[in-house]
């Protein structure tokens, strides 16, 4: 079982930057793929970025160029810099791992931290 941690959410102004975090703990043989999604209101939840235990990405294209994600394996921590936000980018941001067990993966997601950008 995987309890995921989310932080550094917060208010920010048009233009300018956050990081968010997420510290994934339990007794977990390996992580695979982590990444970020969002859900505005009103909306459904969308990929932002995801990066594979080899440090591959995928970006969305609305975050392509302004968010970098990156990983710390040894603390099984994922990150997501953020910068040039856009008040569009106000959404809850929810942490996501997949974990291979055996022929399966599970996934666990985090309980969210709200990102609020401000025009």
């Known amino acids: 079982q995987a309890h995921l941690v989310e932080s550094g959410g917060g208010l920010v102004q048009a233009g300018g930057s956050l990081r968010i975090s997420c510290a994934t703990s339990?007794?977990?043989?390996?992580?695979?793929?982590m990444g970020w999604y969002r859900q505005a209101p009103g909306k459904q939840r969308e990929l932002v970025a995801t990066?594979?235990?080899?440090?591959?990405?995928n970006y969305a294209d609305s975050a392509k160029g302004r968010f970098t994600i990156s990983r710390d394996n040894a603390k099984n921590t994922v990150y997501l810099q953020m910068n040039s936000l856009k008040p569009e980018d106000t959404a809850v941001y929810f942490c996501?791992?997949?974990?291979?067990?055996?022929?399966?993966?599970?996934?666990?997601w985090g309980q969210g931290t709200q990102v609020t950008v401000s025009s």
């Open positions: 339990g007794s977990i043989p390996r992580i695979g793929t």
């Open positions: 990066i594979t235990i080899g440090g591959g990405t």
């Open positions: 996501n791992v997949k974990i291979p067990v055996g022929r399966d993966t599970i996934q666990y």
